[in-house]
């Protein structure tokens, strides 16, 4: 089975709304609703694919993301291995550079989100993280 390595960010703004980008047509799972990050590259930590992935899909650079958890999620045809990783400051505007759709939803809304799969079980870490 193929194992895909990925580093995701949860980006927290200071009035607690959390950053999800939708994934595109052309994707794997279109339209679906994702946290930012994306593929390690060869021999990098999760921590600076982190930095890399929301530099290139966000414009930001990263001011001290705090880990949250590392989950494994069986696609069928892949497995996913995320890091994912709290972000409550950065530097920039967040803008999208690869043409996703970038929406901040509020805690309680994201009940209501097509989450991708590997994404849902971090839902219910995050209320422990909003300030």
């Known amino acids: 089975m193929h194992v895909i390595e990925v ?32 593929k390690l590259i060869e021999s990098e930590t999760s921590k600076n694919a982190l930095n890399r992935e929301l530099k290139e899909e966000l414009d930001i650079i990263v001011k001290n993301p705090k880990f949250l958890t590392h989950i494994e999620h069986d696609y069928g045809s892949m497995m996913v291995r995320i890091d994912f990783f709290i972000v409550y400051s950065w530097l920039g505007q967040v803008i999208s550079n690869e043409n996703q759709i970038l929406k901040w939803f509020k805690y309680d809304q994201l009940i209501n989100i097509n989450l991708l799969e590997a994404d849902i079980p971090i839902v219910e870490e995050l209320k422990f993280c909003l300030r």
Do not use: T, Y
């Open 7 to 38: 580093a995701a960010g949860i980006l927290i703004d200071p009035e607690n709304r959390i950053l999800l980008a939708q994934r595109s047509n052309d994707k794997p799972f279109p339209l679906q609703w994702e946290f930012p990050g994306g």
